[in-house]
């Protein structure tokens, strides 16, 4: 395959891949809000293009909108979703850090008066062992975001795939959602090992209701204490 036919081949798939039809679905569905997930190439110098494109529809069928980037400079895991190589080279590269904070600098400067956009989660699925790190690394994204733009949700995910989420304590500031994922068992869900059926014992515990519901009281407090409202993304 030449560049050129690679080239038709990534617009032709960019193109279908979503539509105005489907968005125009969700609607007719009831579904009133829209958690976009974007690669940061779709922008990376080429301005919004398609993720414009889809934010069109959605104003027009009424549609919130929370961008979600879901793959990073660098990659902020090591797994395939975030167009990873199978390193979370986010972690290693200031460079890739300081590109990040430029893409969303331009988004929030874009969409500081879009009402049709609900907010920013502002990185899809982290992993690193530095949490502290991580931390410091929302800080200076949402002091990023914040100079352009004071008014549109930030979704803050926790580490380990957003399912840790202690280290982040109370919001720092207004406006700041807690955006949690939760996969456990993992070798279940994510069939790592095909031996294991639920409700059953799967490494070495025994897993059914009052197992996932007692990992998911630990969320529940925190939400009930009132600090910050929380986003259940995926509860696998």
Same mark, same amino acid.
């Given at each position: 395959?030449?560049?050129?036919?690679?080239?038709?081949?990534?617009?032709?798939?960019?193109?279908?891949?979503?539509?105005?039809?489907?968005?125009?679905?969700?609607?007719?569905?009831?579904?009133?809000?829209?958690?976009?997930?974007?690669?940061?190439?779709?922008?990376?110098?080429?301005?919004?293009?398609?993720?414009?494109?889809?934010?069109?529809?959605? /104003?027009?069928?009424?549609?919130?909108? =929370?961008?979600?980037?879901?793959?990073?400079?660098? @990659? $902020? +895991?090591? #797994?395939?979703?975030?167009?990873?190589?199978?390193?979370?080279?986010?972690?290693?590269?200031?460079?890739?850090?300081?590109?990040?904070?430029?893409?969303?600098?331009?988004?929030?400067?874009?969409?500081?008066?879009?009402?049709?956009?609900?907010?920013?989660?502002?990185?899809?699925?982290?992993?690193?062992?530095?949490?502290?790190?991580?931390?410091?690394?929302?800080?200076?994204?949402?002091?990023?975001? /914040?100079?352009?733009?004071?008014?549109? =949700?930030?979704?803050?995910?926790?580490?380990?795939? @957003? $399912? +840790?989420? #202690?280290?982040?304590?109370?919001?720092?500031?207004?406006?700041?959602?807690?955006?949690?994922?939760?996969?456990?068992?993992?070798?279940?869900?994510?069939?790592?090992?095909?031996?294991?059926?639920?409700?059953?014992?799967?490494?070495?515990?025994?897993?059914?209701?009052?197992?996932?519901?007692?990992?998911?009281?630990?969320?529940?407090?925190?939400?009930?204490?009132?600090?910050?409202?929380?986003?259940?993304?995926?509860?696998?």
């Amino acid at each position: 395959m030449s560049k050129e036919e690679l080239r038709r081949f990534e617009q032709d798939f960019r193109t279908n891949f979503i539509q105005k039809e489907d968005i125009k679905k969700l609607k007719n569905l009831g579904i009133n809000c829209l958690r976009l997930p974007f690669n940061f190439r779709l922008i990376r110098g080429q301005g919004l293009g398609h993720l414009g494109e889809l934010i069109d529809w959605c /104003r027009e069928y009424k549609i919130y909108v =929370i961008l979600d980037m879901h793959a990073a400079p660098g @990659a $902020q +895991n090591a #797994d395939w979703h975030s167009d990873s190589n199978g390193k979370a080279l986010l972690w290693k590269k200031k460079k890739c850090q300081e590109e990040t904070l430029k893409l969303w600098q331009f988004l929030a400067e874009h969409y500081k008066d879009e009402p049709v956009i609900a907010g920013y989660d502002i990185l899809n699925e982290p992993v690193i062992k530095d949490v502290r790190g991580l931390k410091r690394f929302y800080r200076e994204m949402m002091k990023t975001i /914040r100079q352009v733009d004071k008014r549109h =949700i930030i979704f803050l995910e926790g580490s380990d795939w @957003a $399912q +840790n989420i #202690d280290f982040l304590g109370e919001p720092e500031s207004e406006n700041i959602v807690y955006s949690i994922h939760f996969y456990q068992p993992l070798d279940f869900s994510f069939n790592f090992r095909f031996v294991f059926s639920y409700p059953g014992r799967i490494d070495g515990q025994y897993w059914a209701e009052g197992k996932i519901r007692s990992y998911l009281e630990h969320y529940c407090k925190k939400q009930k204490s009132g600090k910050c409202p929380f986003m259940s993304v995926s509860l696998e």
